[in-house]
């Protein structure tokens, strides 16, 4: 491998760490509350990470397309966690989010739409969780093993369960926009939907009612921000908290007649933030758990028996015994391991100890053999 390859082959894999560490850091800011200055930077950060792992795939694509590879880098050489782990990150997650950062503005809830709106966005939200696909990149980099065979086979164990995992995830989260189930975001709904029209309906927001709306809102946690005529009737946090923590994405707004009320959706946000962090934990635990338990596991009773034999068939002086388990005796593997000890290797030490007599009768030279006869 040529210096320049293995230095971008070592620089994508810091990428993958920084995304991951990134990724963690982006859903730990929202569970906290971190300041919108610090999402914003977060955000950013993971945006330009997708935009560098999507011109790395298409730069994959490309040279193995050249070589008429392509098909194995897709399938074999996991190309498919490349384009999952960036391309629609990129396109429906940290691009939109990017665009609405800059653009600004906040989401205009209708009455029968605000449940949608909500699932939607958690269901783009947790697509993130497809940038954990990047620890199976990282955990083929990582030799727990000197058996390739090992090595290959939890790769592969690793990338089924987490794939699987994450798709189930992904498929959970998209049919909640399709198929309505009760959950938070619902409850959520029809407590800020109820508050906005209470509101609308007992004149709430009119002048002079100013602590009626106050003693109201103070008991409705969905509401923000009431504002009628575009002068602010009610507000949860004066201006400088607002610009500090809240951003778009964190509050919508629900508009009745002249009245609009301003919705906090934080802690929907929250929810699925806690709820991403909690697979992220349970991914690296499960990949470790491959790695360091099952690995070893699959190299003691797999690779180390056929590593032994091996030897023992190619090299003439290894005449090791393959140790066999009494836990895994009835196991394919070492049942031909006791076929190998039985059978073979006795074998084996009747030709070595044959082809070491073989010497002793060369010592006779044809004069020798010819004195016999005189």
């Known amino acids: 491998m040529s210096k320049t390859r293995s230095f971008l082959e070592n620089l994508v894999l810091v990428a993958i760490v920084l995304v991951l560490v990134q990724t963690f850091l982006e859903d730990l800011a929202t569970v906290l509350g971190w300041t919108v200055a610090t999402r914003r930077a977060l955000l950013l950060a993971g945006f330009f990470f997708d935009l560098f792992f999507t011109v790395e795939f298409l730069v994959r694509c490309y040279d193995a397309f050249r070589y008429r590879r392509l098909g194995f880098y897709l399938w074999f050489d996991r190309g498919w966690i490349d384009f999952l782990a960036s391309v629609p990150l990129l396109l429906l997650n940290s691009g939109p989010s990017v665009l609405a950062m800059y653009v600004g ?10 449940l949608n709106v909500l699932k939607v966005v958690k269901a783009i939200r947790i697509a993130r969780v497809l940038r954990l696909l990047r620890v199976l990149k990282i955990f083929r980099r990582i030799k727990n093993t000197d058996s390739v065979m090992a090595q290959r086979h939890v790769a592969m164990i690793s990338a089924i369960t987490v794939s699987v995992f994450v798709f189930i995830l992904l498929a959970l989260s998209i ?3 399709v198929v309505p189930f009760p959950s938070i975001d619902q409850t959520y709904q029809e407590q800020a939907i109820s508050a906005a029209d209470y509101v609308a309906a007992e004149g709430l927001a ?24 575009g002068e602010v009737r009610y507000s949860r946090y004066d201006q400088e908290h607002l610009d500090r923590y809240f951003q778009a994405v964190d509050y919508g707004l629900l508009p009745r007649g002249p009245v609009d009320v301003f919705v906090d959706l934080t802690p929907i946000n929250r929810d699925q933030a806690a709820d991403n962090l909690r697979y992220f934990v349970l991914i690296v635990g499960l990949i470790l758990v491959l790695m360091f338990v099952y690995s070893p596991h699959f190299a003691l009773t797999v690779t180390d028996p056929i590593h032994v034999m091996r030897r023992g068939m190619g090299e003439k002086n290894y005449s090791l015994e393959v140790r066999v388990p009494s836990e895994y005796r009835d196991d394919d593997i ?6 190998y000890n039985r059978v ?7 030709e070595n100890a044959s082809d070491e007599a073989e010497p002793a009768a060369s010592h006779l030279s044809m004069g020798d053999i010819k004195d016999l006869f005189d």
């Open 105 to 114: 503005g906040v989401s205009i809830i209708g009455v029968g739409g605000m």
């Open 175 to 177: 049919g909640g926009t």
């Open 206 to 229: 009119d002048t002079g009612r100013e602590a009626d709306l106050a003693r109201f809102a103070a008991t409705q946690s969905a509401i923000l921000t009431v504002e009628q005529g």
């Open 334 to 339: 070492y049942r031909l391991a006791r076929e």
């Open 344 to 350: 073979f290797l006795p074998m084996k030490d009747r």
